[in-house]
Structures are given as C-alpha cells and as structure tokens.
C-alpha cells in the first residue's frame, strides 16, 4: 500500500488532455515539492515535472504539474501515442525522512 | 555526459546476499546523492535508501534498516547496494539514481532474481 494514491490507470484519445491524480498527507505533498516521473516500458523512469511545475530540458510544454493542500495532478495535454507510459509521483515525506512514490498510473493513448 | 552504469544481471538463492555496483561518470561523483529505488516485475517504484558519496552518511526506508547496505569506493566513482537474507519477494529490477528526490539521472537497472 503506498503513502500516496494514485489511479491505477487512465486513458484518452490522441490531442484530448488528461489529468493523473496524487493524494498524500501532510507530511508530505502537504508540505514538499511533487515530482512526476515518466517510465516507459523496459526502460529507467525519466524526470518530467520537479519542484514547482519546472519541467527538464527535452520535456514539452505539453506536461505540467500542479498542487492543492495535500493532493498533486498530472495535466498532459494534446495526447499523443508516445505518451503511453507508467506515470508516477514522487515527494519527500517528513514523517518518514525519505522520499515516497505514488503506486503509478498506467496511461493508455486510445 | 553524465552516466551511472551498474553491474549485470544476477541470480541467488534465498538466504544468499547480493551487492549491485553503480559507476558513475561525467560529472564529480562526491557532489550529489545516490539513491536506490527498486521495482518488482509489475508493480511500482519502492525507495530503499540514499547516500552522501562525500561524507559516506546512509538512510534507509524503514522496510530495508539492517538488511540493506549501502557503500561507496569514491576512488572508483562507484556506489554499491548489499541486499542481505534475501528473499524471493526481493526479486526485482534495482536502480541507482542521482540526487535526493529529484532523479535527473538514472542507471540502467540490474535484475536480482531470488530463486532456489
């Protein structure tokens, strides 16, 4: 059981946008950053959102984070086919003094 | 560029130890953390512990204190993880990754398969 909650997975059809839920606590999303990480299959997971909505050098537009109290969002707008992938949150928690991931989302592009 | 490159694949019986490398390169090794984050075949990503490669200090996940281990040879720009009592709930893809939580740079994955 993970310290944050996701759903296990969502879908939509290329150029819809959609949105990837995150629910934590206090001591954590509450309180700290939210990172969002992209892990497509067979590969590493790849750093799309940190800090506050900064996405890394490579990563489109397209992809954007946001926050409210203790719960976190994923918007990918314009779906496109290659953005079929596991979805995942990450935040540091202070409760338990280490980072803490989200169970995933699994995003299906119809 | 900056790469961490870790040992291949490895299989061991339960009650066996294993210790996974990760090779650093292209960029000063003792200035940023290394974790290690490990993902079972079909589930998610579980943080098991991070290391200052300066100060040689470790954290660990509370599930993995006192069966986890993780060192570094800054000599080599080489991090390692020691998985002790293993069990086949440890069989997983391990990864080492650059960083506190914000994980720019990861390493390819080493499988531990844990079979008798």
């Known amino acids: 059981q993970s310290v944050l909650t996701q759903p296990p997975s969502a879908s939509g059809t290329p150029g819809q946008r959609v949105t990837i839920s995150c629910s934590g606590s206090?001591?954590?999303?509450?309180?700290?950053?939210v990172y969002w990480y992209q892990q497509l299959p067979g590969t590493a997971p790849k750093l799309l959102i940190y800090?506050?909505?900064q996405r890394p050098s490579g990563v489109p537009d397209r992809f954007s984070g946001s926050k409210s109290g203790t719960s976190a969002s994923l918007a990918i707008s314009g779906l496109r086919s290659e953005d079929e992938a596991d979805y995942y949150c990450?935040?540091?928690?202070?409760?338990?003094?280490?980072?803490?991931f989200g169970g995933g989302t699994k995003l299906t592009v119809l | 560029q900056v790469q961490l490159v870790q040992s291949g694949a490895e299989v061991r019986k339960p009650g066996a130890s294993v210790k996974v490398s990760c090779k650093a390169s292209?960029?000063?090794?003792?200035?940023?953390?290394i974790n290690w984050v490990r993902q079972a075949t079909g589930q998610g990503l579980e943080w098991m512990g991070w290391?200052?490669?300066?100060?040689?200090?470790?954290g660990y996940a509370q599930k993995f204190q006192g069966r986890v281990t993780i060192t570094r040879n800054t000599s080599i720009s080489t991090a390692y993880m020691e998985v002790s009592s293993l069990r086949s709930e440890d069989t997983a893809v391990y990864y080492c990754?650059?960083?506190?939580?914000?994980?720019?740079?990861w390493g390819q994955g080493t499988l531990v398969t844990v079979s008798s």
């Open positions: 990754a650059r960083g506190r939580i914000e994980y720019t740079y």
């Open positions: 292209g960029y000063t090794f003792t200035s940023y953390d």
């Open positions: 290391m200052n490669p300066n100060s040689g200090n470790t």
């Open positions: 206090s001591s954590n999303i509450g309180s700290n950053y």
């Open positions: 800090r506050k909505n």
């Open positions: 990450a935040v540091w928690d202070d409760s338990l003094s280490g980072p803490v």
